[in-house]
């Protein structure tokens, strides 16, 4: 299962680091924020990625995957016959 999450505002951070902390992956889709906000979210995210151990990805240019650690390895990679 992985969360997808929409802030509206800041104070929705607690529900990023609730489920990011509970080894659930996090989708944070920051598209609906102002810059300055956004990067508040990028800084929160990036401080409890690395303290916890785990891995970040920009998905687009607001959209990002927080994988708690253990879970990196498990997305599944697609690669190219030739």
Not at 24 to 39: H, I, Q, R, S, Y
Not at 51 to 72: N, Q, T
């Amino acid at each position: 299962m992985v969360k997808t999450l929409r802030p509206q505002n800041y104070n929705e951070a607690i529900y990023v680091g609730h489920f990011f902390r509970t080894g659930v992956p996090v989708v944070m889709d920051l598209t609906g924020l102002p810059d300055d906000e956004a990067k508040q979210f990028v800084d929160f995210a990036a401080g409890l990625v690395f303290g916890r151990g785990g891995d970040m990805d920009r998905l687009s240019p607001k959209v990002f995957l927080l994988m708690p650690r253990g879970l990196g390895n498990r997305v599944p990679v697609v690669e190219e016959v030739p």
